[in-house]
Protein backbone atom coordinates (compact mmCIF):
# COMPACT_ATOMS: atom_id res chain seq x y z
CA UNK A 1 0.00 0.00 0.00
CA UNK A 2 1.37 3.46 -1.02
CA UNK A 3 1.13 6.58 1.49
CA UNK A 4 1.90 10.01 0.79
CA UNK A 5 3.77 12.23 3.44
CA UNK A 6 4.89 15.47 4.24
CA UNK A 7 7.06 16.49 7.32
CA UNK A 8 10.29 17.99 8.07
CA UNK A 9 13.86 16.61 8.83
CA UNK A 10 16.21 17.60 11.68
CA UNK A 11 17.60 20.38 10.14
CA UNK A 12 14.13 21.95 9.20
CA UNK A 13 14.19 21.06 5.26
CA UNK A 14 10.82 19.99 4.33
CA UNK A 15 9.98 16.19 3.27
CA UNK A 16 7.59 14.97 1.14
CA UNK A 17 6.66 11.73 -1.20
CA UNK A 18 5.05 8.71 -1.41
CA UNK A 19 6.39 5.53 0.27
CA UNK A 20 5.87 1.69 0.48
CA UNK A 21 4.31 0.68 4.06
CA UNK A 22 1.60 -2.05 5.31
CA UNK A 23 -0.16 0.48 7.37
CA UNK A 24 -0.37 4.12 8.25
CA UNK A 25 1.38 3.25 11.84
CA UNK A 26 4.04 1.34 9.84
CA UNK A 27 4.55 3.96 7.35
CA UNK A 28 4.95 6.63 10.85
CA UNK A 29 7.21 4.20 12.35
CA UNK A 30 9.78 4.06 9.46
CA UNK A 31 9.39 8.16 8.47
CA UNK A 32 10.54 8.35 12.31
CA UNK A 33 13.01 5.59 12.17
CA UNK A 34 14.76 7.94 9.05
CA UNK A 35 14.81 11.27 11.10
CA UNK A 36 11.47 12.76 9.33
CA UNK A 37 9.58 14.54 11.52
CA UNK A 38 6.07 13.62 10.10
CA UNK A 39 3.26 16.16 10.04
CA UNK A 40 0.48 14.02 7.90
CA UNK A 41 0.08 10.44 6.65
CA UNK A 42 -2.57 10.07 4.25
CA UNK A 43 -3.22 6.77 1.73
CA UNK A 44 -2.03 7.76 -1.98
CA UNK A 45 -5.25 7.19 -4.06
CA UNK A 46 -3.15 7.94 -7.48
CA UNK A 47 -5.77 11.19 -7.50
CA UNK A 48 -5.60 14.44 -6.61
CA UNK A 49 -8.44 17.23 -4.84
CA UNK A 50 -8.16 20.32 -4.40
CA UNK A 51 -9.00 20.70 -1.07
CA UNK A 52 -10.58 24.04 0.80
CA UNK A 53 -8.77 24.84 3.64
CA UNK A 54 -11.31 24.51 7.09
CA UNK A 55 -10.53 26.44 10.37
CA UNK A 56 -10.27 24.70 13.46
CA UNK A 57 -13.15 22.80 15.08
CA UNK A 58 -12.32 24.57 18.21
CA UNK A 59 -12.97 27.95 19.52
CA UNK A 60 -9.69 29.97 17.99
CA UNK A 61 -9.52 31.30 21.54
CA UNK A 62 -8.76 28.15 23.53
CA UNK A 63 -6.07 27.02 21.07
CA UNK A 64 -4.14 30.35 20.76
CA UNK A 65 -4.21 30.24 24.80
CA UNK A 66 -2.94 26.71 24.54
CA UNK A 67 -0.64 27.79 22.47
CA UNK A 68 0.72 30.69 24.84
CA UNK A 69 0.78 28.92 28.29
CA UNK A 70 2.25 26.10 26.80
CA UNK A 71 5.41 28.19 25.44
CA UNK A 72 5.39 29.83 29.10
CA UNK A 73 5.57 26.69 30.86
CA UNK A 74 8.51 25.31 28.69
CA UNK A 75 10.47 28.30 29.04
CA UNK A 76 9.93 27.69 32.90
CA UNK A 77 11.55 24.39 32.52
CA UNK A 78 8.29 22.40 32.85
CA UNK A 79 8.72 18.62 30.23
CA UNK A 80 6.30 18.97 27.68
CA UNK A 81 4.15 16.16 28.26
CA UNK A 82 3.47 18.10 32.10
CA UNK A 83 2.77 21.32 30.46
CA UNK A 84 0.23 19.95 28.21
CA UNK A 85 -1.27 17.99 31.22
CA UNK A 86 -1.53 21.07 33.19
CA UNK A 87 -3.30 23.09 30.13
CA UNK A 88 -5.79 19.69 29.65
CA UNK A 89 -6.59 20.47 33.55
CA UNK A 90 -7.39 24.26 33.08
CA UNK A 91 -9.23 24.03 29.43
CA UNK A 92 -13.21 23.76 29.57
CA UNK A 93 -13.90 23.20 26.09
CA UNK A 94 -14.50 19.12 26.56
CA UNK A 95 -13.92 18.60 23.39
CA UNK A 96 -10.43 20.25 23.29
CA UNK A 97 -9.81 18.56 26.55
CA UNK A 98 -10.21 15.43 24.74
CA UNK A 99 -7.62 16.26 21.93
CA UNK A 100 -5.54 17.58 24.79
CA UNK A 101 -5.46 13.95 26.80
CA UNK A 102 -4.66 12.43 23.43
CA UNK A 103 -1.98 14.70 22.77
CA UNK A 104 -0.58 14.15 26.35
CA UNK A 105 -0.51 10.37 25.94
CA UNK A 106 1.71 10.49 22.16
CA UNK A 107 3.91 12.65 23.92
CA UNK A 108 4.69 10.36 26.86
CA UNK A 109 4.92 7.41 23.92
CA UNK A 110 7.74 9.24 22.66
CA UNK A 111 5.90 10.78 19.97
CA UNK A 112 7.40 14.86 18.74
CA UNK A 113 4.93 17.38 19.67
CA UNK A 114 4.74 18.51 15.66
CA UNK A 115 3.52 14.52 15.04
CA UNK A 116 1.29 14.17 17.69
CA UNK A 117 -0.67 17.58 16.69
CA UNK A 118 -0.77 16.26 12.79
CA UNK A 119 -3.68 13.60 14.16
CA UNK A 120 -5.94 16.50 15.34
CA UNK A 121 -5.67 18.80 11.91
CA UNK A 122 -9.10 20.22 12.76
CA UNK A 123 -7.45 22.06 15.36
CA UNK A 124 -4.09 22.05 14.04
CA UNK A 125 -2.98 23.49 10.90
CA UNK A 126 -0.08 22.74 8.55
CA UNK A 127 1.10 26.61 9.03
CA UNK A 128 0.80 25.80 12.96
CA UNK A 129 2.71 22.20 12.50
CA UNK A 130 5.21 23.51 10.35
CA UNK A 131 6.61 25.86 12.59
CA UNK A 132 6.26 23.22 16.16
CA UNK A 133 8.80 20.82 13.97
CA UNK A 134 10.95 24.05 13.41
CA UNK A 135 11.16 25.05 16.83
CA UNK A 136 11.59 21.07 17.97
CA UNK A 137 14.42 21.08 15.19
CA UNK A 138 16.30 23.92 16.62
CA UNK A 139 15.40 23.63 20.06
CA UNK A 140 13.81 26.68 20.53
CA UNK A 141 10.32 25.40 20.73
CA UNK A 142 8.73 27.63 23.66
CA UNK A 143 9.58 30.73 21.25
CA UNK A 144 7.53 29.30 18.30
CA UNK A 145 4.77 28.22 20.21
CA UNK A 146 4.86 32.14 21.17
CA UNK A 147 4.54 32.93 17.57
CA UNK A 148 2.03 30.67 16.43
CA UNK A 149 -0.48 31.97 19.75
CA UNK A 150 0.89 35.31 18.56
CA UNK A 151 -0.47 34.01 14.84
CA UNK A 152 -3.58 32.97 16.12
CA UNK A 153 -4.47 36.00 18.59
CA UNK A 154 -3.98 38.49 15.13
CA UNK A 155 -6.87 36.43 13.45
CA UNK A 156 -9.19 35.89 16.46
CA UNK A 157 -8.48 39.66 16.69
CA UNK A 158 -9.90 40.84 12.90
CA UNK A 159 -12.18 37.85 13.44
CA UNK A 160 -14.23 40.06 15.94
CA UNK A 161 -13.49 43.18 14.75
CA UNK A 162 -15.59 41.73 11.50
CA UNK A 163 -18.40 40.52 13.93
CA UNK A 164 -18.07 43.43 16.07
CA UNK A 165 -18.76 45.50 12.22
CA UNK A 166 -21.68 43.33 11.27
CA UNK A 167 -23.86 42.10 14.49
CA UNK A 168 -25.22 45.42 15.37
CA UNK A 169 -26.49 46.16 11.33
CA UNK A 170 -27.74 42.03 11.81
CA UNK A 171 -29.55 42.90 14.71
CA UNK A 172 -31.37 45.68 13.02
CA UNK A 173 -32.02 43.94 9.93
CA UNK A 174 -33.64 41.15 12.20
CA UNK A 175 -35.78 43.51 14.37
CA UNK A 176 -36.90 44.86 11.28
CA UNK A 177 -38.23 41.72 9.39
CA UNK A 178 -39.82 40.77 12.07
CA UNK A 179 -41.77 44.28 12.38
CA UNK A 180 -42.60 43.98 8.71
CA UNK A 181 -43.67 40.37 9.42
CA UNK A 182 -46.09 41.19 12.40
CA UNK A 183 -47.80 44.03 10.28
CA UNK A 184 -48.46 41.63 7.46
CA UNK A 185 -49.40 38.93 9.20
CA UNK A 186 -51.18 40.39 12.07
CA UNK A 187 -51.93 44.17 11.24
CA UNK A 188 -52.83 43.76 7.81
CA UNK A 189 -55.81 41.19 7.73
CA UNK A 190 -57.47 43.68 9.71
CA UNK A 191 -57.60 46.99 7.56
CA UNK A 192 -58.49 44.47 4.67
CA UNK A 193 -62.01 43.56 6.37
CA UNK A 194 -62.50 47.30 7.02
CA UNK A 195 -61.72 47.70 4.14
CA UNK A 196 -64.06 45.22 2.28
CA UNK A 197 -66.69 46.78 4.94
CA UNK A 198 -66.47 50.39 3.67
CA UNK A 199 -66.39 49.25 -0.33
CA UNK A 200 -63.87 52.31 -0.85
CA UNK A 201 -60.95 52.35 -4.02
CA UNK A 202 -57.56 50.55 -3.10
CA UNK A 203 -54.62 52.38 -4.34
CA UNK A 204 -51.86 49.91 -6.23
CA UNK A 205 -50.09 49.94 -3.68
CA UNK A 206 -52.14 49.03 -0.63
CA UNK A 207 -53.18 46.27 -3.23
CA UNK A 208 -49.82 45.09 -3.26
CA UNK A 209 -49.35 44.52 0.43
CA UNK A 210 -52.73 43.11 0.99
CA UNK A 211 -51.66 40.17 -1.50
CA UNK A 212 -48.37 39.68 0.74
CA UNK A 213 -50.30 39.29 3.04
CA UNK A 214 -52.14 36.73 1.95
CA UNK A 215 -49.69 35.02 0.43
CA UNK A 216 -47.92 34.83 4.27
CA UNK A 217 -50.84 33.91 5.87
CA UNK A 218 -52.26 31.01 3.37
CA UNK A 219 -48.54 29.79 2.27
CA UNK A 220 -46.41 30.64 5.31
CA UNK A 221 -45.55 26.66 5.54
CA UNK A 222 -43.56 27.28 1.95
CA UNK A 223 -41.01 29.28 3.40
CA UNK A 224 -39.15 26.41 5.92
CA UNK A 225 -39.92 23.68 2.79
CA UNK A 226 -37.63 26.44 0.86
CA UNK A 227 -34.90 26.49 3.44
CA UNK A 228 -33.94 23.57 3.79
CA UNK A 229 -33.25 22.70 -0.05
CA UNK A 230 -31.61 26.26 0.12
CA UNK A 231 -29.61 25.79 2.22
CA UNK A 232 -27.83 21.85 0.83
CA UNK A 233 -27.62 23.92 -2.29
CA UNK A 234 -26.26 26.87 -1.29
CA UNK A 235 -23.62 24.07 1.16
CA UNK A 236 -23.17 22.02 -2.18
CA UNK A 237 -22.32 24.85 -4.85
CA UNK A 238 -20.08 26.35 -1.51
CA UNK A 239 -18.15 23.52 -2.05
CA UNK A 240 -17.26 23.40 -5.39
CA UNK A 241 -14.09 25.18 -6.57
CA UNK A 242 -15.18 26.62 -9.68
CA UNK A 243 -18.43 28.73 -7.69
CA UNK A 244 -16.41 29.63 -4.86
CA UNK A 245 -14.08 31.49 -7.40
CA UNK A 246 -16.60 33.08 -9.19
CA UNK A 247 -18.11 34.34 -5.64
CA UNK A 248 -14.60 35.84 -4.73
CA UNK A 249 -13.98 37.34 -8.02
CA UNK A 250 -16.94 38.93 -7.42
CA UNK A 251 -16.49 40.04 -3.92
CA UNK A 252 -12.77 41.32 -4.61
CA UNK A 253 -14.42 43.14 -7.57
CA UNK A 254 -17.01 44.72 -5.37
CA UNK A 255 -16.57 48.83 -5.47
CA UNK A 256 -15.53 49.27 -1.28
CA UNK A 257 -16.41 46.39 0.04
CA UNK A 258 -13.98 44.73 -2.33
CA UNK A 259 -11.13 46.89 -1.41
CA UNK A 260 -11.55 46.05 2.32
CA UNK A 261 -11.74 41.77 1.55
CA UNK A 262 -8.25 42.64 -0.52
CA UNK A 263 -6.62 44.41 2.27
CA UNK A 264 -7.70 41.66 5.02
CA UNK A 265 -6.75 38.60 2.78
CA UNK A 266 -3.43 40.96 2.28
CA UNK A 267 -2.60 41.57 5.96
CA UNK A 268 -3.32 37.73 6.50
CA UNK A 269 -0.91 36.20 3.83
CA UNK A 270 1.85 38.98 4.91
CA UNK A 271 1.39 38.23 8.85
CA UNK A 272 1.93 34.30 8.08
CA UNK A 273 4.60 34.56 5.53
CA UNK A 274 6.59 36.94 7.87
CA UNK A 275 6.06 34.61 11.04
CA UNK A 276 6.64 31.73 8.93
CA UNK A 277 10.13 33.34 7.21
CA UNK A 278 11.31 34.41 10.85
CA UNK A 279 10.78 31.23 12.00
CA UNK A 280 14.09 30.23 9.37
CA UNK A 281 11.56 27.67 6.97
CA UNK A 282 13.06 27.68 3.82
CA UNK A 283 11.01 30.34 1.20
CA UNK A 284 9.52 27.59 -0.86
CA UNK A 285 8.06 25.44 1.71
CA UNK A 286 6.81 28.85 3.91
CA UNK A 287 5.54 29.68 0.03
CA UNK A 288 3.72 26.03 -0.09
CA UNK A 289 2.55 25.91 3.50
CA UNK A 290 0.51 29.70 3.00
CA UNK A 291 -0.68 28.48 0.27
CA UNK A 292 -2.44 25.40 1.81
CA UNK A 293 -3.47 27.40 4.52
CA UNK A 294 -5.03 30.34 2.67
CA UNK A 295 -8.62 30.00 2.66
CA UNK A 296 -9.01 32.23 -0.22
CA UNK A 297 -8.49 30.07 -3.84
CA UNK A 298 -7.42 33.45 -5.51
CA UNK A 299 -4.48 33.74 -2.75
CA UNK A 300 -3.56 30.35 -2.40
CA UNK A 301 -3.41 30.47 -6.12
CA UNK A 302 -1.08 33.53 -6.14
CA UNK A 303 0.95 32.13 -3.58
CA UNK A 304 1.53 28.40 -5.65
CA UNK A 305 2.40 31.48 -9.14
CA UNK A 306 4.94 32.88 -6.02
CA UNK A 307 6.18 29.58 -5.27
CA UNK A 308 6.92 28.38 -8.75
CA UNK A 309 8.67 31.80 -10.03
CA UNK A 310 10.90 30.87 -6.94
CA UNK A 311 11.57 27.52 -7.78
CA UNK A 312 13.20 28.84 -11.11
CA UNK A 313 14.70 30.85 -10.07
CA UNK A 314 13.20 34.44 -10.15
CA UNK A 315 12.05 36.73 -6.97
CA UNK A 316 8.22 37.10 -5.94
CA UNK A 317 7.85 40.42 -6.59
CA UNK A 318 7.90 39.12 -10.15
CA UNK A 319 4.38 37.56 -9.74
CA UNK A 320 3.19 40.08 -7.32
CA UNK A 321 4.00 43.20 -9.84
CA UNK A 322 1.01 41.76 -11.50
CA UNK A 323 -1.81 41.34 -9.48
CA UNK A 324 -3.92 43.59 -7.91
CA UNK A 325 -5.31 41.19 -5.03
CA UNK A 326 -2.37 42.61 -3.08
CA UNK A 327 -2.09 45.80 -0.88
CA UNK A 328 0.62 48.17 -2.60
CA UNK A 329 2.02 48.17 0.71
CA UNK A 330 2.79 43.94 0.41
CA UNK A 331 4.08 44.74 -2.90
CA UNK A 332 6.36 47.12 -1.83
CA UNK A 333 7.71 45.14 0.94
CA UNK A 334 8.51 41.96 -0.58
CA UNK A 335 10.43 43.63 -3.46
CA UNK A 336 12.32 45.89 -0.43
CA UNK A 337 12.97 42.79 1.69
CA UNK A 338 13.99 40.72 -1.77
CA UNK A 339 16.71 43.78 -1.94
CA UNK A 340 17.94 43.62 1.61
CA UNK A 341 17.20 40.30 2.67
CA UNK A 342 14.58 41.11 5.00
CA UNK A 343 11.51 39.66 3.53
CA UNK A 344 9.98 38.69 6.70
CA UNK A 345 10.91 41.63 8.91
CA UNK A 346 9.48 43.60 6.13
CA UNK A 347 6.22 41.61 5.80
CA UNK A 348 5.63 42.12 9.37
CA UNK A 349 5.86 45.64 9.88
CA UNK A 350 3.56 45.53 6.86
CA UNK A 351 0.60 43.48 8.23
CA UNK A 352 1.50 45.16 11.63
CA UNK A 353 -0.20 48.72 9.81
CA UNK A 354 -2.85 46.95 7.40
CA UNK A 355 -4.65 45.15 10.74
CA UNK A 356 -4.21 48.44 12.54
CA UNK A 357 -5.38 49.91 9.25
CA UNK A 358 -7.84 47.36 8.46
CA UNK A 359 -9.62 47.67 12.43
CA UNK A 360 -9.85 51.19 12.03
CA UNK A 361 -11.90 50.80 8.24
CA UNK A 362 -14.38 48.16 9.45
CA UNK A 363 -14.89 50.37 13.01
CA UNK A 364 -15.68 53.56 9.89
CA UNK A 365 -17.95 51.25 7.89
CA UNK A 366 -20.08 50.11 10.69
CA UNK A 367 -20.73 53.85 11.56
CA UNK A 368 -21.86 54.66 8.46
CA UNK A 369 -24.00 51.60 8.36
CA UNK A 370 -26.06 52.00 11.44
CA UNK A 371 -27.75 55.15 10.39
CA UNK A 372 -28.31 54.00 6.55
CA UNK A 373 -30.24 50.90 7.49
CA UNK A 374 -32.19 52.81 10.28
CA UNK A 375 -32.87 55.33 7.00
CA UNK A 376 -34.09 52.55 5.29
CA UNK A 377 -36.26 50.62 7.78
CA UNK A 378 -38.12 53.24 8.30
CA UNK A 379 -38.78 54.00 5.18
CA UNK A 380 -40.32 50.65 4.60
CA UNK A 381 -42.29 50.41 7.77
CA UNK A 382 -43.62 53.75 6.99
CA UNK A 383 -44.47 52.44 3.50
CA UNK A 384 -46.22 50.03 4.81
CA UNK A 385 -48.01 51.74 7.43
CA UNK A 386 -48.89 54.79 4.69
CA UNK A 387 -50.23 51.96 2.57
CA UNK A 388 -52.46 50.90 5.53
CA UNK A 389 -53.76 54.40 6.10
CA UNK A 390 -54.09 55.78 2.19
CA UNK A 391 -57.84 54.41 1.80
CA UNK A 392 -58.48 56.04 4.80
CA UNK A 393 -57.21 59.20 3.55
CA UNK A 394 -58.90 59.14 0.41
CA UNK A 395 -62.47 57.82 2.00
CA UNK A 396 -61.91 60.80 4.58
CA UNK A 397 -61.11 63.23 1.69
CA UNK A 398 -64.42 62.33 -0.70
CA UNK A 399 -66.05 62.03 2.92
CA UNK A 400 -65.33 65.86 3.19
CA UNK A 401 -66.15 67.03 -0.50
CA UNK A 402 -69.54 65.63 -0.32
Known sequence: MKWRYVGYDTTGAAKRGVMEAASEEAARNKLRQGGVIVLEV????????????????????????????LSVLIASGTPL??????????????????????????????????????AHPGYFDDVCRAMVAAGESSGKLGDML??????????????????????Y???????????VLVMLVMVFPRFEEMFDSLETPIPPSTQMF????????????????????GFFLLRFVSQQPAAVRAMERALFSAPKIGEIARSIASARMARMVSLLLESHLPLLDVLSLCAGSMRSPEYAGLLRQAHDAVEIGQPMSTVFEDTDLLHGLVREGVRTGERTGRIGMMLGNVAD????????????????????LLVTL????????????????????????Q
Not at 356 to 363: G, M, Q, R
Open 42 to 69: TEDSGKTREKRPRGPKGQLGEISQFMRH
Open 210 to 229: LWLSTMLRQWWWTLPAGVVP
Open 353 to 372: FLEEENEATLKALSAIIEPL
Open 146 to 167: ERVASLMRQKLAMRRAIVGAMI
Open 169 to 179: PAILIGIGFIV
Open 378 to 401: GLVVGGIATSMFLPLFDLTASAGG
Open 81 to 118: AEGVEAMESQTRDEKFKAVLHKLRGEIESGMPLSEAMA
